[in-house]
């Protein structure tokens, strides 16, 4: 079985060609199913592509890969920056909140719920129950605070902030069972079993600003490179490094 890696812009995108398998994250296409990272503007659920610009959430039919037809456009407002899929929720990131869609019909996704914040630059991802943010200030981002922020969204159209903790500069995460991966000036590790209570467990010594996590392969993307390491899923402390590829 042959996988892939694809830096597009400020996304990252792993695809591994498995006819049985398919991605509740990051969707799933045919015998295709891949994963983007936590600032990508796109995502694929079922056969259409959901893409965001500055202003938009747009929707592509992609039942013809070679042809791809744009079906719908959604004004969502300003500032938009990442997109990422839990189910069929959409969970968009701009500078000044999070905003919540449904994409259960897939060509008209309706909003569900939002949230404002400080001016920062912000990406989101989220689990069943749980939505993580992260606030990156300074230079074009906005103010000059840094926070990981996490919500309650057990009810989709109400999320609740239940935890907030400053960092140096978060941007990108990602979750590995119970653990969340964010990167900052390191790679920091936190145990979320207790969302509300999360613990820093562990960090790996690696610059990075996106991170995507399959099976056991942790991806780490920096400015310098694209990092390979195996994870050890009995010992969150014993990652192996697999390879680098210089950027």
Do not use: W
């Not at 695809?15 to 969707?27: K, P, Y």
């Not at 791809?68 to 407002?77: A, Q, T, Y």
């Not at 964010?182 to 690696?206: G, Y």
């Not at 991806?219 to 680098?244: F, K």
């Amino acid at each position: 079985m042959k996988k892939y890696i694809f830096i597009v812009s400020l996304a990252i995108l792993f695809v591994g060609c498995d006819a049985d398998s398919t991605s509740s994250d990051a969707g799933s296409f045919a015998s295709e199913s891949g994963q983007s990272g936590s600032l990508a503007r796109f995502t694929i659920l079922d056969n259409h592509l959901y893409t965001v610009d500055f202003h938009n959430l747009n929707v592509f039919d992609i039942n013809d890969r070679e042809n791809p037809v744009l079906v719908n456009s959604v004004n969502i407002g300003f500032d938009i920056e990442t997109l990422f899929s839990y189910k069929s929720y959409l969970y968009i990131g701009s500078r000044n909140g999070m905003f919540i869609y449904d994409a259960n019909n897939f060509e008209t996704p309706q909003f569900l719920s939002s949230v404002q914040h400080f001016t920062a630059c912000d990406p989101v991802i989220a689990t069943a129950t749980h939505a993580f943010v992260t606030l990156k200030g300074g230079n074009q981002c906005g103010v000059d605070l840094n926070v990981l922020e996490v919500y309650d969204v057990t009810d989709v159209t109400n999320p609740i902030l239940i935890s907030q903790r400053n960092l140096q500069g978060p941007i990108g995460m990602g979750f590995y069972g119970d653990y969340l991966f964010v990167c900052d000036d390191e790679v920091k590790i936190f145990d979320i079993s207790d969302p509300e209570n999360m613990n820093l467990v562990h960090a790996i010594n690696t610059e990075s600003f996106d991170v995507i996590i399959q099976d056991n392969l942790l991806i780490l993307v920096g400015e310098q490179g694209v990092y390979q390491y195996a994870l050890d899923p009995n010992d969150i402390q014993n990652e192996t490094m697999l390879s680098t590829i210089a950027l």
